[in-house]
């Protein structure tokens, strides 16, 4: 729905008591038009994809019910409460040009559809929603996702773990579900409903209150969402994109969380606000990694378009990007102090390059296969790769330590408990393996799949993050 809109219109035309305040309903009269139910799936569906953040084209932003009653390039306001005249939106999506038309390029809007919209506007355009400046994609009511089977007929490999903060629990990510499992034994604990079909990265806050989860359907949809740890229940969904979600990163005081993913931007959400604090559009392909240095004022990302990337978490200004990869990029971590930045992928190598100026200062080689994942924490860093092993490395003097070996497919997903110093490591065929960092020994093994007996049977699509094709 191209609309156009760079000035900033201050809604004083707009009567809160109109667009915010709930309507009252007489007995036996029509419920009201709701826009959160009835209007905002409509134009997540059909305008969303050409007026957000990232193309905005005309200006015309519909990220939010906020953004969407500011004025695109044409300064004609979209919505007038109780007046379609002066509803731009309204009239492009019923006139009769269809180079006027919106949306472009596709069938017009179905007349049940636009008569929701026509009652919505005359009704006052009420705004039902929690927050104004909230995503579209997060005030939609969420349907429930599919039930996990009670018990898995064959593995699911395990692209995402995580450490509570207290270590006392393990969270991994299943089919339609995250499993809590017990490290030191590898019992589980629970499971944790409602989830994405897959799940690629999982992420405690600092007090172990909330789980985020990045997943999503392949070339179908993508979802960040929180889910109350020790409830075992679903909290929010904070952002859902066109495609998968890759990383989820909480700053080191978990009032916001960073994600990436296969949309090519990193989105920044307030976490106590449930909204969308800001978008980062500089890749040019998947995000597949996002992190918080120390202090929580920068973020930096990995890419498949070969490069890593370093920015301001205040404004989201670019401070330094590194260029010296010669493919795509799938993991990122600063060092201890910030000053420093690994970024690793495809080319099996390790390149250790300065946060203030992009300058490599190091490179690491020699591994014997793709670096498929990678965790920096304080002065350890932990390398997998595709040969199926895992190195642990000194980051000060950037010396080999440790090679842990035992898995029988690829590794993809690594966790790291600083409290116990264990190492979690899952693999493609559905393996959890916990280690002891201190020398290199096998805590225990598990299926971190509930109810799998050990078969031969086939396994499940590739992963995306680490392109096994």
């Known amino acids: 729905m191209k609309m156009s809109g760079v000035r900033l219109f201050v809604a004083v035309s707009l009567s809160m008591h109109g667009f915010c305040a709930m309507g009252v309903q007489t007995a036996g009269a029509k419920p009201e038009v709701s826009f959160v139910r009835e209007v905002a799936p409509v134009l997540v569906r059909k305008c969303l994809s050409c007026h957000n953040a990232d193309k905005s084209k005309g200006g015309y932003n519909l990220s939010s019910f906020a953004l969407a009653l500011r004025p695109g390039d044409s300064d004609l306001i979209p919505i007038t409460a109780g007046d ?21 390029k596709d069938d017009p809007l179905p007349v049940l559809e636009v008569g929701v919209i026509k009652r919505w506007i005359i009704e006052g355009a009420r705004f039902d929603g929690a927050k104004l400046g909230a995503t579209l994609n997060s005030l939609i009511p969420r349907e429930p996702h599919p039930n996990s089977p009670e018990s898995y007929p064959f593995p699911i490999p395990v692209t995402a773990l995580a450490f509570s903060p207290d270590a006392a629990e393990l969270a991994i990510g299943g089919y339609h579900e995250i499993t809590i499992w017990n490290p030191r034994d590898g019992v589980l604990l629970r499971r944790i409903p409602n989830v994405t079909e897959r799940v690629y ?42 495609d998968v979600a890759l990383s ?9 969380l960073a994600a990436g993913g296969a949309d090519s931007l990193i989105h920044v959400y307030d976490v106590s606000e449930r909204t969308e604090q800001s978008v980062i559009q500089q890749h040019a392909d998947w995000v597949t990694a996002v992190a918080f240095d120390s202090t929580g004022s920068k973020i930096a990302s990995s890419s498949r378009d070969r490069t890593a990337r370093v920015y301001s978490v205040r404004d989201g200004e670019l401070l330094t990007g590194y260029q010296g990869h010669e493919s795509g990029v799938f993991e990122i971590g600063f060092n201890q102090d910030s000053t420093l930045v690994w970024s690793a992928g495809h080319e099996r190598k390790i390149h250790i390059w300065k946060t203030e100026d992009a300058k490599r200062t190091a490179e690491l080689s020699g591994f014997g296969g793709d670096i498929s994942r990678m965790l920096v924490y304080a002065d350890l860093a932990f390398v997998c790769t595709t040969d199926m092993q895992v190195l642990q490395y000194s980051v000060s003097t950037r010396e080999l330590e440790r090679t842990f070996k035992g898995h029988k497919d690829w590794i993809c997903g690594i966790a790291f408990d600083p409290v116990n110093q264990r190492l ?11 280690w002891n960092t201190s020398d290199g020994s096998l805590i225990v093994s598990f299926s971190a799949s509930p109810g799998y007996a050990d078969s031969k049977q086939a396994r499940s699509a590739p992963v995306p993050r680490t392109e096994k094709n």
């Open 248 to 256: 989820v990163c909480f700053n080191p005081d978990g009032t916001l």
């Open 424 to 434: 979690a490591t899952g693999s493609y065929d559905g393996e959890v393996r916990i």
């Open 201 to 242: 990265d999982l992420a405690y806050n600092p007090d172990g209150t909330f789980i985020a989860s990045a997943g999503g359907a392949p070339g179908r949809s993508g979802e960040v969402a929180l889910y109350r740890s020790n409830e075992g229940k679903f909290e929010v969904v904070l952002g859902n994109m066109p």
């Open 84 to 104: 379609l005249e002066k509803s731009e939106l309204f009239r492009r999506i019923t006139v009769a040009d269809e180079d006027d038309r919106m949306p472009q």
